[in-house]
């Protein structure tokens, strides 16, 4: 699914960033209903994770409160060039993955 | 008893040009962005926190992808959207010769689509159409509306404003009740907007998707308890063109954000 992913290109060594994270998924609750009285199947984003240059630095769980297409963003000590690798996990087998790539100083 | 009919003559008479004189002048003309919070506008200005921006990368995919039985894509015809597409979503809804009706960039895309790919329509509101409709639409991104300026689309814009005007529903409200005569104003707490439609395919977080203007002006027909014209209606083509005659010259924002 398509993600936007905004990490600064370039940053001094040592320097604090914001990385923010966008991706498309409906987050269906599971608490609604169809016209007919059918509850409509939860399915939504469990989990998501950011590894840089392969180390996990950031974690979190998501919940059926989550709002559609899902907007996380927190910050990272950066010391050394490398990779972000972002993968959101979900319901019935869902995988999701992006990555970016910074230039240290 | 003629006294009272005398005094309900001259209300009438007083009340007429008030109702007739709602019409925005063309320099108080203002997007729906600018009566929402700092939080939404932040949200819609940067493109990496836009949600509408997801489907516009969808589009870009569609647009280069082959489909039917012609197995042709957009890029075949149309070539680089960034070029080939500037400025072209801000002059629809547009007058079509061949049917001889104002048809919605959605419509143009199932045409496009039936014409000359062979290819099965894509349903109103369908994540497909409203990615290819918000990427197209996105290329046209700070061009000023033009729609309605073709001399043929005059009896559509005008058949769009008498709808405007008219009273519907079992709250018996037209359009320019609201949008009119008491943008400014709150309903329920929510701002009351001039009803310009700038951004459209626009992302609306009570809707937690992209949606059409087709799409807006049905929540608003419920809104005051009227029967709901059908997506891709006669009368709902014409009320969308009289709103992008009446937002001329507003630039386009697609894909905007909206509460």
């Given at each position: ?5 905004n990490?600064p290109?370039?940053?001094?060594r040592?320097d ?13 609750t599971g608490?609604?209903?169809?016209a007919?009285g ?9 989990s998501f ?7 996990e630095?950031?974690r ?21 060039s ?9 319901d019935n087998?869902?995988?999701s993955?992006?990555?970016a ?5 | ?6 005094i ?5 008479f ?7 004189a709602?019409e ?28 509408g921006m997801?489907?516009?990368?969808d ?6 992808k ?32 061949a049917?001889?009706?104002?048809v ?7 045409l496009?689509r039936?014409?000359?790919q ?12 409203l990615?290819?409709s ?6 046209s991104?700070?061009t000023?509306?033009t729609?309605g300026?073709?001399?043929?689309a005059k ?6 404003r008498a709808l405007?005007?008219?009273?519907e ?8 009740n609201?949008h ?5 104003k ?5 701002p ?5 439609p ?5 992302y ?5 998707t ?12 419920s ?11 006669p ?8 709103l992008?005659s009446?937002?001329h010259?507003?630039?386009?924002e697609?894909?905007?954000?909206r509460?």
């Amino acid at each position: 699914m398509a993600a936007l992913i905004n990490v600064p290109s370039k940053a001094k060594r040592g320097d604090i960033v914001e990385i923010r994270t966008l991706t498309s998924h409906i987050m269906e609750t599971g608490f609604r209903h169809t016209a007919d009285g059918n509850l409509v199947p939860r399915n939504i984003i469990t989990s998501f994770t950011c590894r840089y240059n392969g180390a996990e630095i950031f974690r979190a769980d998501l919940f059926p409160a989550i709002a559609a297409n899902p907007y996380l963003s927190f910050f990272a000590v950066v010391k050394e060039s490398g990779k972000f690798e972002f993968e959101w996990i979900g319901d019935n087998g869902y995988s999701s993955a992006a990555s970016a790539s910074i230039t240290v100083e | 008893m003629m006294s009272w009919r005398a005094i309900a003559a001259v209300a009438l008479f007083a009340a007429a040009p008030a109702l007739l004189a709602g019409e925005i002048p063309p320099d108080a003309r203002r997007s729906g962005y600018a009566f929402m919070g700092p939080d939404t506008r932040a949200m819609q200005d940067d493109d990496t926190s836009n949600p509408g921006m997801l489907f516009v990368l969808d589009g870009e995919a569609l647009w280069a992808k082959k489909t039917g039985s012609a197995a042709k894509s957009c890029t075949d015809c149309h070539g680089d959207a960034r070029s080939s597409m500037k400025g072209v979503a801000a002059r629809y809804p547009a007058f079509d010769k061949a049917l001889g009706r104002p048809v919605t960039l959605d419509q143009r895309i199932n045409l496009c689509r039936a014409n000359h790919q062979q290819a099965t329509p894509l349903p109103y509101e369908s994540r497909d159409l409203l990615a290819l409709s918000a990427f197209i639409a996105h290329q046209s991104r700070g061009t000023p509306i033009t729609a309605g300026d073709d001399p043929q689309a005059k009896p559509f814009v005008e058949q769009g404003r008498a709808l405007y005007m008219q009273r519907e529903g079992q709250l018996n409200l037209a359009c320019t009740n609201c949008h009119d005569d008491n943008f400014d104003k709150r309903l329920a707490g929510a701002p009351i907007t001039q009803a310009q439609p700038t951004g459209y395919p626009l992302y609306r977080l009570e809707w937690q998707t992209l949606g059409s203007l087709e799409r807006r002006l049905r929540s608003c027909m419920s809104g005051v308890r009227a029967q709901a014209y059908d997506y891709g209606s006669p009368e709902l083509v014409a009320l969308e063109l009289y709103l992008m005659s009446r937002a001329h010259g507003l630039p386009m924002e697609t894909p905007a954000v909206r509460p």
